[in-house]
């Protein structure tokens, strides 16, 4: 799975944010501990707030349907 810094409208890369190629997006967020925040492709907000890299994979490919 590749991730790619996320960009506005403009162009402009957004600080801490990626989408991934199969168009996720995985932000931080800074709750009392820093989390990762990971969002469908047609969501508007989170399903799932992960610690890790590794769980934000896990996290998507469980929501894909996938084994991993």
């Known amino acids: 799975m590749k991730w790619a810094q996320k960009k506005n409208r403009d162009g ?40 890790t890299r590794d769980e934000v994979v896990q996290a998507i490919s469980t929501d894909q349907g996938g084994a991993s």
Not at 30 to 45: C, H, K, M, S, Y
Request: net charge neutral; proline share 10%; glycine share 8%.
């Open 12 to 51: 402009h890369p957004i600080k801490d944010c990626w989408v991934t190629d199969t168009g996720y997006t995985v932000a931080i967020c800074r709750l009392p501990e820093q989390r990762f925040a990971v969002t469908r492709p047609t969501g508007d907000v989170p399903f799932a707030y992960v610690g």
